[in-house]
């Protein structure tokens, strides 16, 4: 009886500490600065863990919200495209450096997307649940697209995605970069074509586009 009586006051216990251990996760699910693991939650779970911070305030209509800590540190907002994105704007510049940095470790890294000269380059990244992450310098802000149908769908035509390549004779790489290195050398006239085509003419997908170094 006594041994019962212990058992199940350990066991309480245990349930209270395991309470504000939950608690304690729960509350850093998102909190007021977010982290890389906040990437790759699908664009439900990420709605349903802003929803439940009292981090943050949220606004808009369920299907598309938006969200802003109360620090006024980060905002989000969903829009819809193909799929759901879902676009983060950042305040202070060491949130978003550190969080930059851990997607530059974490994520896979596609290309360097650029096509006009006047435009910064987008840099390309994908979770390990197909989330599409992009960013670039010009302004403290990264976009996730989540995974839908008829992205995977699109994906699969990835092969229209623009490219550039040197009409040079030894040129031999196409470029998702209009300003990368590997362009910038060309005496010839620089051509503007799709990943299709570019293979057809074995052309090679450039390593410096593809490379985030
Ligand atoms: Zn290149």
Known sequence: MLFLKYKKSSLTKTNIFVLILLLFI????????????????????????????SNYFSGGNNDLPYFQSKNGNLSMRYYKSTGVIVIFDFKSKSDYISLIREIQKNAY??????????????????????????FDFSEMRISVEYPSKVNSFLDSNSDFTTVFVCMSKGAYAFHTNLKCEGLANCDAEIAKSNIREAKKYDYRFCEICTDDE
């Open 26 to 53: 729960c509350s850093k699910t998102i909190g007021q600065s977010i982290t890389y693991s906040t990437l790759t939650l699908t664009s439900d779970e990420l709605k349903t863990a802003f929803i439940e911070d």
């Open 109 to 134: 890294f596609r290309f360097k997307y650029c096509t006009d000269y006047d435009e910064p380059i987008t840099y390309n990244y994908e979770t390990y649940n197909d989330n599409k992450i992009r």
